[in-house]
């Protein structure tokens, strides 16, 4: 299964577009959803498109989710060879889904706070403007529960490892090319209290970026907060923070 849309709530469509702009991507014209009485924006990372979603009023799925939860991941959609016969693995396999045209929708209650969608024909993959999306980082409650769940969905996954410097476990999904990470507070620390200040879903999204320094002066020329990490993995690789107080989330590049 290949991820192909993910769709984040945000506060400011303008205030995202900037950031994108910023990255070096592409942002298609706005154009307004009346089924989610929201704005819409497209961003194509390649393979993977970006929905930015804003509600225009208080009215509507999106506004509600928004004042519950504040901005974050509304859903991911996935492309299968074969919607019907996905939906008849679902039901064998006890995970309650809906129709909605030709795509296949399961609850956020089920899938530890996200909703998940599938379909077939989904056409060819978008071509990055900018840099590619690496992965989502999907902040749960129980990574044992998220990691059952989601095998049973289908989806291959990795063990659960812990990392003793950020007191969390990590699990990866592999839904190529994207992939999908799986992160559950462990004792405490940062994501325990980023759990407790916004509660499941979307925690972070990954960009992969051949040249850092260009892409980290331009998203501080645009009015973004910046912050280092300290080099990681056997090859060192380097990674930069967008501060999630402009967004709702963190924005991760890895170089």
């Given at each position: 299964?290949?991820?192909?849309?993910?769709?984040?709530?945000?506060?400011?469509?303008?205030?995202?577009?900037?950031?994108?702009?910023?990255?070096?991507?592409?942002?298609?014209?706005?154009?307004?959803?009346?089924?989610?009485?929201?704005?819409?924006?497209e961003v194509a990372c390649g393979p993977a498109t970006i929905h930015?979603?804003?509600?225009?009023?208080?009215?509507?799925?999106?506004?509600?989710?928004?004042?519950?939860?504040?901005?974050?991941?509304?859903?991911?959609?996935?492309?299968?060879?074969d919607a019907v016969g996905f939906a008849s693995m679902l039901r064998?396999?006890?995970?309650?889904?809906?129709?909605?045209?030709?795509?296949?929708?399961?609850?956020?209650?089920?899938?530890?706070?996200?909703?998940?969608?599938?379909?077939?024909?989904?056409?060819?993959?978008?071509?990055?403007?900018?840099?590619?999306?690496?992965?989502?980082?999907?902040?749960?409650?129980?990574?044992?529960?998220?990691?059952?769940?989601?095998?049973?969905?289908?989806?291959?996954?990795?063990?659960?490892?812990?990392?003793?410097?950020?007191?969390?476990?990590?699990?990866?999904?592999?839904?190529?090319?994207?992939?999908?990470?799986?992160?559950?507070?462990?004792?405490?620390?940062?994501?325990?209290?980023?759990?407790?200040?916004?509660?499941?879903?979307?925690?972070?999204?990954?960009?992969?970026?051949?040249?850092?320094?260009?892409?980290?002066?331009?998203?501080?020329?645009?009015?973004?907060?910046?912050?280092?990490?300290?080099?990681?993995?056997?090859?060192?690789?380097?990674?930069?923070?967008?501060?999630?107080?402009?967004?709702?989330?963190?924005?991760?590049?890895?170089?």
């Amino acid at each position: 299964m290949q991820l192909r849309n993910l769709t984040i709530v945000v506060r400011d469509l303008d205030i995202a577009t900037r950031l994108f702009n910023a990255l070096g991507h592409d942002v298609a014209s706005q154009r307004w959803s009346a089924s989610w009485k929201a704005m819409s924006r497209e961003v194509a990372c390649g393979p993977a498109t970006i929905h930015l979603l804003s509600p225009t009023s208080g009215e509507g799925a999106v506004a509600r989710r928004l004042a519950r939860r504040g901005p974050g991941l509304h859903s991911l959609l996935f492309d299968v060879a074969d919607a019907v016969g996905f939906a008849s693995m679902l039901r064998e396999r006890g995970v309650e889904s809906a129709p909605n045209g030709d795509q296949l929708w399961v609850d956020p209650r089920q899938t530890h706070g996200a909703l998940l969608g599938f379909a077939s024909d989904l056409g060819d993959p978008a071509t990055a403007s900018g840099p590619r999306l690496g992965h989502v980082g999907w902040l749960v409650r129980d990574i044992d529960e998220a990691r059952e769940f989601l095998s049973r969905v289908g989806f291959p996954t990795h063990p659960a490892t812990l990392d003793d410097e950020v007191d969390a476990l990590f699990a990866r999904i592999d839904t190529v090319p994207v992939a999908v990470l799986l992160i559950s507070p462990a004792f405490g620390g940062p994501f325990a209290r980023d759990l407790e200040a916004r509660g499941v879903g979307l925690h972070h999204i990954q960009f992969e970026v051949p040249q850092l320094e260009p892409v980290v002066q331009s998203l501080r020329q645009a009015g973004f907060e910046m912050t280092p990490s300290a080099p990681t993995g056997p090859v060192g690789r380097r990674r930069w923070f967008v501060s999630p107080k402009d967004l709702g989330f963190l924005v991760e590049l890895v170089g």
